[in-house]
């Protein structure tokens, strides 16, 4: 399952996404429904507590930069977001930070390196058998520990 969700700046890039997917993988699309001005931070919620609901889920967010919705949706417990615009930063996203959501910048990136991310992003698996990977998302989640964020 693929979570999806954009503000206003990243509707047409879902759109676009969605067209191209929806015959590949079960998708379910959270928002928004257009171009009318909203604010991010309510669909990276949406996105992220439903990815963390979903085993072996993922999540798409789509805004101008990625950047805003990437800092929401790391907001919420367990749930490890990455911004990227390129393929290498897509796989290492998943290898070694086994992150759950991608989140793309549509002022950022075009149709095909957004669907190229994306591709490689749902086809790379954590790499699990290095402790150093495993030993360091442990710290993230210590410090989400500490901060009273996974309370």
């Known amino acids: 399952m693929l979570f999806m969700g954009s503000d206003h700046a990243g509707f047409s890039l879902k759109q676009a996404l969605i067209q191209k997917y929806q015959d590949r993988i079960e998708l379910n699309d959270l928002g928004t429904n257009s171009e009318e001005s909203c604010d991010y931070p309510d669909y990276a919620l949406k996105v992220a507590e439903a990815v963390k609901r979903t085993p072996d889920s993922f999540g798409l ?42 989140c793309l910048g549509s002022r950022i990136i075009d149709i095909e390196t957004a669907s190229k991310c ?33 309370s």
Not at 76 to 94: D, H, N, W
């Open 61 to 102: 967010l789509i805004c101008g930069t990625g950047v805003g919705m990437s800092i929401a949706a790391n907001k919420v417990c367990g749930i490890r977001a990455a911004c990227v615009s390129e393929e290498k930063s897509a796989e290492m996203a998943r290898k070694h930070n086994n992150a759950q959501i991608l």
């Open 118 to 150: 994306l591709d490689i992003f749902l086809s790379t698996s954590f790499d699990s058998g290095h402790e150093r990977h495993q030993r360091r998302l442990q710290k993230i989640q210590k410090i989400e520990e500490q901060e009273g964020r996974c």
